[in-house]
């Protein structure tokens, strides 16, 4: 951090805020991701006995990532304390990577909400990373992905065959861009710095030189921004064209 603030020559340093802006959204594509498609993937495990049981173990299933996470939270936070920020975001980026992965592939409910259940424990973004915009665009970007590309080999046969991986599993496709945008975010947490650091040191040094309400009026911004953008989409589309590739639709 010092060598950073040494060669910053007082500039913003907007390519560890990309960084860092992308490492959210790495974390937070996991959380909904899987919420287009999750009544599926129940209906395809045959655990539900009929099928207005569905919806039951499909709460069971959503709620899973959040008990681990709720679980792990404190925990990571005190590991972040004792050996830093950065080693805890690149594990729990890896977790992603490994975890989500292995959700696409599952195939029975409870390896699927074992998976989800120990990428909600391993995953410690939560307590070294404050929340900005790219987690709202996360939040808005992964149920998209979830949608449209859930059942490939159904939607896109001229792409995706029966036979393929994606014919036999075919909810990876989603999990498995998730788990490749992690990887890349894994890779650059290289480049990743402290942003705590970043706020309250001098601009001279590189740093923000924010107080604690222009670090609260950044994020409220922020916040603004996004629901700014989605009222405007709900105006200039529709609110069920909007909202529609997150939606289970009749036909």
């Known amino acids: 951090m010092e060598w950073r603030k040494a060669n910053s020559n007082g500039r913003i340093p907007y390519k560890e805020f990309f960084f860092v802006g992308i490492t959210t959204l790495a974390s937070a594509l996991p959380i909904t991701c899987l919420f287009p498609f999750m009544y599926f993937m129940v209906r395809d495990f045959h655990i539900a006995k009929i099928e207005e049981d569905i919806g039951f173990y499909a709460g069971f299933l959503a709620a899973s990532y959040m008990v681990g996470r709720a679980c792990g939270a404190i925990f990571w936070g005190i590991v972040a304390d004792y050996i830093g920020r950065k080693p805890v ?47 709202g665009f996360g939040l808005i970007v992964g149920p998209a992905l979830g949608g449209y590309l859930a059942q490939p080999a159904e939607k896109y046969p001229r792409i995706f065959s029966e036979s393929s991986v994606f014919g036999r599993f075919p909810y990876l496709l989603p999990c498995l861009s998730v788990s490749t945008l992690s990887a890349v975010v894994l890779i650059s947490c ?16 590189g740093g923000l030189s924010f107080s604690t309400e222009d670090i609260g009026e950044v994020i409220s911004v922020a916040g603004d921004q996004l629901v700014f953008v989605m009222l405007n989409l709900v105006e200039l589309l529709g609110l069920i064209s909007t909202f529609k590739p997150f939606l289970v639709l009749p036909a």
């Open 89 to 135: 975001i690149v594990f729990s980026i890896l977790s992603v990577v490994v975890l989500n992965t292995l959700f696409g592939l599952s195939t029975t409910y409870h390896m699927a909400i074992a998976t989800r259940l120990v990428l909600g424990a391993l995953n410690g973004l939560l307590a070294p990373i404050k929340v900005n915009t790219a987690w």
């Open 190 to 205: 290289t480049w990743l710095p402290v942003l705590s650091l970043w706020a309250v040191s001098n601009r001279k040094y």
